[in-house]
């Protein structure tokens, strides 16, 4: 995700109940990205800045229990967990959030990536830089 935030709300949000993943980047001073158990997971040192364009990437090994998923910002891995439930990966939803659309992603979302399948180390920095030139991140 490229993107500028300057509120609230989702990057993209997947699933319904148990099976829910989702990332906030920056929600009331804390960024959030679930663990696939409809509960936020939110160790992530501080907040996505607001105000300023953004590259966030997430990568999951599998969509099943206990594999992992890590959480890219700019470039850093910020973010590297367990899955708590198998991620139901229906209702892809960028700028919204599942429950109802009841919260909505304020901001610019400049251009989205999506792979079917988990990127090598080398292939994720190739797409990260490509973005970061191109969006002068």
């Known amino acids: 995700f490229v993107y500028k935030q300057t509120g609230g709300g989702p ?41 300023v364009t953004n590259l966030a990437g997430v990568s999951f090994s599998s969509n099943v229990v206990g594999s992992n998923q890590s959480l890219f ?37 400049y251009e989205v990536i999506g792979y079917n399948g988990t990127l090598s180390t080398d292939l994720r920095q190739r797409v990260e830089g490509y973005l970061a030139q191109k969006w002068k991140v």
């Open 73 to 109: 910002y700019n470039g850093s891995n910020v973010v590297t967990t367990t899955q708590a439930n198998t991620i139901t990966y229906t209702n892809l939803l960028i700028g919204s959030r599942q429950s109802g659309g009841t919260a909505y992603f304020n901001g610019s979302i």
């Open 11 to 51: 990057l993209y949000t997947t699933g319904a109940s148990s099976g829910s993943n989702g990332l906030f980047p920056n929600e009331s001073g804390t960024t959030y990205f679930t663990r696939g158990d409809s509960t936020w997971y939110s160790n992530v040192s501080s907040p996505f800045a607001s105000n």
